[in-house]
């Protein structure tokens, strides 16, 4: 119904930034906001930011606020994650995902797509 494939991750030094793509394709007309999530190996995943997909509205972990920015191209069915002043502890598998209906943005069970990951990778 939906699918969701991300790019742009990769290694970089502490301070660096990167930015992470997700194009997502089928029936996306069923999706009302999109988000980020990440994961490290033995942990939970865990919500990034958010952005709705009508109206733009966005939502941020307090970790990574004033240092990410999550954006859309609705046109182009393209969902973005600008990161700067990237730290050691940004380091994860980070994940595009969408869900069908409104609810707590944050809570990765809500969400009905996921791609397939994409490493980061942020040495000291």
């Known amino acids: 119904q939906v699918q969701l494939v991300e790019s742009g991750g990769g290694s970089v030094q502490a301070g660096g930034s990167l930015r992470l793509s997700c194009a997502a394709s089928?029936?996306?007309?069923?999706?009302?906001?999109m988000g980020w999530f990440r994961q490290v190996p033995g942990k939970e995943r865990e919500g990034v930011a958010s952005i709705v997909t009508y109206g733009g509205i966005t939502a941020y972990a307090d970790s990574v606020k004033g240092r990410f920015t999550i954006s859309q191209d609705i046109d182009k069915n393209i969902m973005y994650l600008q990161m700067n002043s990237l730290k050691p502890e940004d380091t994860a598998n980070y994940y595009c995902?969408?869900?069908?209906?409104?609810?707590?943005?944050?809570?990765?069970?809500?969400?009905?797509?996921w791609g397939q990951g994409t490493q980061v990778t942020v040495s000291a």
């Open positions: 089928g029936y996306i007309s069923s999706i009302v906001s």
């Open positions: 995902a969408a869900k069908k209906a409104y609810g707590l943005w944050s809570n990765p069970n809500q969400y009905n797509y």
